[in-house]
């Protein structure tokens, strides 16, 4: 057995659970509404290397019937031990996880994440992908919640397209960088911005 | 087809204000304690905590007296309870072969290990009204011996010795949980074991009742039958090992039935199996006999077509909740449906009268 | 400190924590004395678990029904972190379980080992035993019948 003597672990959850995780499925729910809005989402403290953001969403959405898969770039004992005991959620390979947490690179290919079945098109994951920041759109986005088009910045196109392809199944995703966060659904048409 | 429909607030203020008032009864009389309901009721806490698949005694106590002793109202409440709590885990799977047995009788072995124990039970008593319990009574207090120390193994152990009982096969493979997961079919033997014991007490009484009567062939002696308290124990993830989070008390039924064997299995007897929460003896050997005529097809044996071995038929019509909801929706307004209804009936009609007449004025033509 | 002994040990106070009657904890609580000030690092909260069985009591797992659970954890000042599981609803006896669990990894440990977890012990081991004394009453004895005559 090794004992957890570092109370680090045990700092950074919600100061008011109830109120905070409202407060952030609300900045959730509205990202993914809103595909390629921003919105401010805070409440954690999560271990180094994790933004704000993607702490808060992990604390929010994750719970012990949640796997999560965490990149090796990102994976630590420190963060185990955080989500472990805010969340009780356990920690997976990348074919089971609900959740999957990393940067763009490290999560790829895709294809190895759980996309839904036919029947349960739910049965699928969702991805945090940590970016650096909120730049200048490469992407135009069409679909339910966007009005005419929006437009965001994506790490790259053709994998958001061959997401898409797969509605009703395939994967969703979040988009963190500090205290914010946007989503990109799989319901979400993606053509470069020219 | 639902309709909203506005209006009834003051008539729906005043019914529950008038609830409130029949429910606590003549203020003559005092009022019940859920200490009271708790320690004297104490039957009826453990069929709303089996039923209503929560185990704490104190939340029931307040279930039962909040829906005036109406138990199935008060299984609904804990229901709805029971999904504001969030899911902290799951326990290590109880070890019953170490409870501590209140109750534990075989209806096979006469001189089983451990022993005959007959516990606080209503067997043996009369059936006659004792209206000393109508005045205060003093009661006495109960017979002491010298306590058994060590735990009580299972009588189904004795007869796997001589290998002439089916095997459970040990796994800790990841049940189901309809809780999470809507029910579909075929559930598997998990998810019919937790559907059966949250299930309602009288359905599945009866479901095994006509397993008795010959709708499915299922003899069953009740190998074992215990009562008692068990602790239970789960994995702290943040602390790395297990621990006692509390104690519960259970009742626990093993069948034993006769078996002619299949292609691939020698004649052996086989199993049913009942656990509920509380003192529930009734349900937990009703469980053990549906949960036995269930296991025909794994078992090789013939499906005669009897309800107690069709899976979607038990599980599907064994929640008193879901059933009730159901039935009980009907008596609210379904003024449009009634409508269009009433319309087809008076349309019907009409035609049948219109058909009536042109047949007789064919008829006083020829 | 052996780290195997004493998760063996805690198990056991946490254990009996867990199961013991609220109102008797609260009163040899009190007794004790001593409240440390501390900083919460999970304020508690109630929540249920899944009890587990096993089929035929040896076989797979199956769902059986949830419990409710109350835990909390805290952090003394001297960085000292105390975990408290336990049964009912009651947010009061989460938080003294905390506080005991903490206390029991410092220089406090003996006295309250004495004032608070011994006579929990003490007295639900009497429990135990009196139910088994009254079960035990109720123990059959059979009688071979014998005929009459030969």
């Known amino acids: 057995m090794r004992l957890q003597t570092s109370t680090a672990v045990y700092a950074g959850g919600f100061s008011n659970p109830p109120v905070t995780a409202a407060h952030a499925f609300r900045a959730a729910m509205n990202a993914m509404a809103r595909p390629g809005q921003i919105q401010n989402i805070s409440g954690a403290i999560p271990p180094a290397g994790v933004s704000v953001a993607a702490g808060t969403l992990l604390l929010t959405l994750c719970d012990p019937e949640t796997g999560v898969y965490l990149t090796p770039g990102l994976d630590s004992d420190a963060l185990r031990g955080w989500l472990t005991f805010h969340t009780g959620a356990p920690v997976v390979e990348a074919g089971q996880a609900d959740f999957a947490l990393g940067t763009w690179d490290a999560l790829l290919p895709l294809t190895r994440f759980r996309a839904g079945t036919a029947e349960y098109p739910d049965r699928s994951a969702t991805l945090i992908i940590e970016v650096p920041g909120f730049g200048p759109p490469n992407a135009a986005l069409k679909g339910p919640g966007i009005k005419g088009t929006a437009q965001m910045q994506l790490p790259e196109i053709s994998a958001f397209r061959n997401n898409a392809v797969l509605y009703p199944l395939g994967v969703d995703f979040f988009f963190t960088a500090g205290a914010q966060v946007a989503a990109l659904p799989r319901s979400t048409q993606v053509t470069a911005e020219a | 087809m639902y309709v909203a429909v506005k209006g009834g607030e003051r008539a729906i203020e005043n019914a529950h204000a008038w609830l409130a008032e029949e429910r606590r009864g003549s203020k003559e009389v005092s009022e019940l304690s859920l200490a009271q309901i708790r320690e004297q009721l104490s039957l009826a806490v453990n069929r709303v905590m089996a039923e209503g698949s929560l185990y704490d005694p104190d939340l029931a106590a307040l279930a039962i007296k909040q829906s005036r002793g109406d138990l199935i109202e008060a299984i609904f409440l804990i229901r709805a309870y029971r999904t504001t709590l969030p899911r902290f885990g799951c326990s290590k799977p109880v070890e019953t072969g170490k409870m501590a047995c209140d109750r534990r009788i075989s209806a096979t072995f006469k001189d089983a290990p451990g022993g005959q124990v007959l516990g606080p039970t209503f067997d043996y008593t009369h059936r006659l009204l004792d209206f000393k319990l109508a005045a205060d009574g003093e009661v006495p207090e109960a017979a002491v011996a010298e306590p058994r120390r060590e735990a009580t193994p299972h009588i189904t152990e004795f007869l796997q010795g001589e290998d002439i009982i089916e095997r459970e096969p040990f796994s800790d493979a990841e049940p189901g949980d309809l809780t999470r997961e809507p029910m579909s079919f075929p559930a598997g033997r998990a998810v019919r074991l937790q559907s059966l014991a949250r299930g309602d007490e009288g359905f599945i009484l009866g479901m095994a009742y006509s397993t008795q009567r010959g709708y499915a062939r299922n003899h069953a002696f009740v190998g074992e039958l215990r009562i008692g308290c068990v602790p239970v124990e789960m994995e702290i993830p943040e602390l790395g090992f297990a621990i006692e989070i509390g104690e519960v008390e259970l009742t626990e039924c093993e069948t034993v039935n006769q078996f002619k064997g299949s292609k691939t299995v020698p004649p052996q007897f086989t199993r049913g199996y009942g656990l509920v929460f509380g003192q529930s003896e009734r349900k937990s050997i009703a469980m053990a006999l549906v949960d036995r005529a269930l296991r025909w097809e794994e078992l090789g044996e013939d499906n005669v077509g009897a309800a107690a071995q069709d899976e979607e038929f038990v599980l599907s019509h064994a929640d008193n909740i879901q059933a009730t909801g159901f039935l009980e929706h009907i008596k609210l307004p379904h003024y449009v449906d009634f409508q269009s209804e009433l319309e087809l009936v008076r349309k019907l009609r009409r035609e049948a009268e219109e058909l009536a007449q042109t047949l007789a004025a064919r008829e006083a033509a020829e | ?150």
């Open chain 3, 1 to 150: 400190m052996n780290t195997t002994f004493f998760a063996e040990d805690r198990k056991g106070w946490m254990s009996l924590l867990a199961s013991a009657d609220e109102a008797r904890l609260t009163e040899l609580w009190h007794g004790f004395g001593a409240d440390p000030a501390c900083e919460f690092l999970r304020a508690p909260e109630a929540g249920g678990v899944m009890v587990r069985g096993r089929m035929g009591g040896t076989g797979a797992p199956f769902n059986l029904g949830e419990m409710t659970v109350t835990r909390c954890a805290l952090a003394l000042t001297d960085g000292t972190v105390g975990h408290g599981y336990v049964q009912g609803r009651s947010k009061a006896k989460a938080e003294i379980a905390a506080k005991v669990d903490a206390l029991m990894q410092t220089g406090a440990a003996e006295a309250l080992r004495a004032a608070v977890l011994a006579p929990l012990a003490e007295e639900r081991q009497a429990q135990k035993d009196t139910r088994a004394a009254k079960a035990a009453a109720t123990k059959v004895e059979f009688f071979t019948m014998v005929r009459g005559e030969d």
